[in-house]
């Protein structure tokens, strides 16, 4: 099977930067998105093809991809930013999610 | 604007069946691939299933496999999802999204609750 592993939590004061890995097992050449899901809310896409932002994402969100680890990096993090965030690749006939990061802002 | 509204969603008993549908507005329906994705309560986010524009290619995950079926009407811009042999381990919001076309979901429904419990 083809599994992307994330931290469980990131902590990160406001203002500050925050770094969410994930970390592919048969990484090839799968594009990586990520997506924010705030308690209670459809998930949204913040970062498509490993490093674009949909229109309406906020700067400060951004994405890299090196080997077998993407990073989704929040600059300037926000207290609106708190939420879970997952990445997610995409093989022949198969979308896989990461497991997901919870972003704590305090 | 792009809206996806599901509906369909409820409490049915292990072993029993459920259609979930998904309407489907503001894009052209028929251009774009669509998913089915779902979330355990308190859990992270599970891809189900994924349909072609066309209905041409389907694929699912393994742990829906021979029990789920995607489906779609193009004339109806509608996006379906037949659950036969439910478990309790299918209890989940069930969540449908469109493909961008390039990489990623670019726009999800609301999500529907199904809860399979006797």
């Known amino acids: 099977s083809y599994e992307l592993t994330q931290p469980p939590s990131v902590s990160v004061s406001p203002g500050q930067t925050a770094s969410i890995s994930c970390s592919g097992d048969k990484w090839g050449d799968e594009f990586v998105c990520w997506y924010q899901q705030k308690p209670g809310q459809s998930p949204v896409l913040v970062i498509y093809q490993d490093t674009k932002r949909p229109s309406g994402i906020p700067e400060r969100f951004s994405g890299s991809k090196s080997g077998n680890t993407a990073t989704l990096t929040i600059s300037g993090t926000q207290t609106m930013d708190e939420a879970d965030y997952y990445c997610q690749a995409w093989g022949t006939g198969l979308w896989v999610f990461g497991s997901g990061t919870k972003v704590t802002v305090l | 604007q792009v809206q996806l509204v599901e509906s369909g969603g409820g409490v049915v008993q292990p072993g029993r069946s459920l259609r979930l549908s998904c309407a489907a507005s503001?894009?052209?329906?028929?251009?774009?691939?669509m998913h089915w994705v779902r979330q355990a309560p308190g859990k992270g986010l599970e891809w189900v299933t994924v349909i072609a524009s066309d209905g041409s290619n389907k694929y699912y995950a393994d742990s829906v496999m021979g029990r789920f079926t995607i489906s779609r009407d193009n004339s109806r811009d509608t996006l379906y999802l037949q659950m036969n042999t439910l478990r309790p381990e299918d209890t989940a919001v069930y969540y449908c999204s469109k493909d961008s076309g390039v990489s990623g979901m670019d726009y999800w429904g609301q999500g529907v609750l199904v809860t399979v419990s006797s």
């Open positions: 503001g894009f052209i329906f028929s251009d774009y691939s």
